[in-house]
């Protein structure tokens, strides 16, 4: 395969009963091949991830959608810490999700946080999608770059430059997130230029060419052969269509 494969990651979110999981997996079991030159990843919620594990088909790597921030097993009811989804045999983990951002009526976890774990699940040896995104309001005050190289440049601040072969970074802008407003290529484009401008220049030309950074906001099978096309959109994280056959078609896409 090519030395970068494009990502397409499935994020299920809270979704999944016994019977829609079966069909899920089902679907993709059945899916026929899968590009060389995609890496497929799919975010089961964690009561499923044993589950899943065991039933997909061995080239579709399993992640959690959220890891703690704690670095050791222990007193941390609730939390799932890095190192046991390691020890379970999990490669990957998605940390920063704009919803976790946002807390569901509590605090939500704030760059710094977001931060810390993507550092924590490094080092217990996964590999992170990390999330970064502005949400309308400040797109339309002219605010994009500024809200995701801040965002990027927290995690940037916690990594060291060994890191990057783990991280890929998810451009969802919160407005495109499950409202079926997909942004157009060149607004994707645009902000994933800006995002490895960035770590070219505070990580290093080899690590900037190196990151896979994915695009993710109401991604469709429709969609996304024309996001694809733009250079420096490596891939994608998909939220709805990734519960339905639009997934393979969406994997497809990246031939
Ligand atoms: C997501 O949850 O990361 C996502 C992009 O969702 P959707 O594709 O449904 O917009």
Redesign the pocket.
């Known amino acids: 395969p090519p030395q970068k494969r494009y990502l397409i ?1 499935g ?1 299920w ?1 809270a979704n999944g009963t016994l019977a829609q999981t079966a069909g899920i997996v089902k679907i993709l079991n059945q899916g026929g091949a899968i590009p060389l030159e995609a890496e497929v990843v799919i975010a089961p919620p964690a009561h499923l991830l044993g589950y899943v594990k065991d039933n997909l088909r061995p080239d579709v790597a399993v992640s959690a959608q959220n890891s703690a921030l704690t670095t050791k097993p222990g007193a941390f009811t609730g939390e799932l810490p890095a190192v046991l989804l390691k020890d379970f045999g999990l490669n990957w983990v ?1 940390v920063g ?3 976790r951002r946002e807390g569901f009526g509590g605090p939500g976890e704030t760059d710094d946080v977001v931060a810390t774990k993507t550092k924590v699940a490094v080092d217990a040896g996964l590999h992170v999608m990390a ?1 970064v995104g502005e949400k309308l309001e400040q797109r339309e005050a002219g605010k994009t770059t500024e809200v995701v190289l801040s965002q990027l440049n927290a995690i940037a601040s916690k990594l060291a430059r060994e890191d990057w072969s783990k991280v890929v970074i ?1 451009y ?1 802008p919160v407005w ?4 079926g407003k997909v942004a157009t290529p060149e607004q994707a484009q645009e902000v994933h230029e800006s995002i490895r401008a960035f770590v070219k220049e505070k990580v290093g030309a080899q690590q900037a060419a190196l990151l896979r950074i994915i695009y ?4 469709k099978g429709s969609s996304a052969p024309g996001l694809i096309l733009k250079p420096d959109i490596d891939g994608f ?6 519960l339905t056959s639009d997934f393979v078609t969406i994997i497809r896409a990246v031939k």
């Open positions: 990651g994020n979110k998605i999700h704009s919803e999330c998810a969802e495109a997130i499950g409202t993710g906001g109401s991604v994280l998909v939220g709805g269509a990734s």
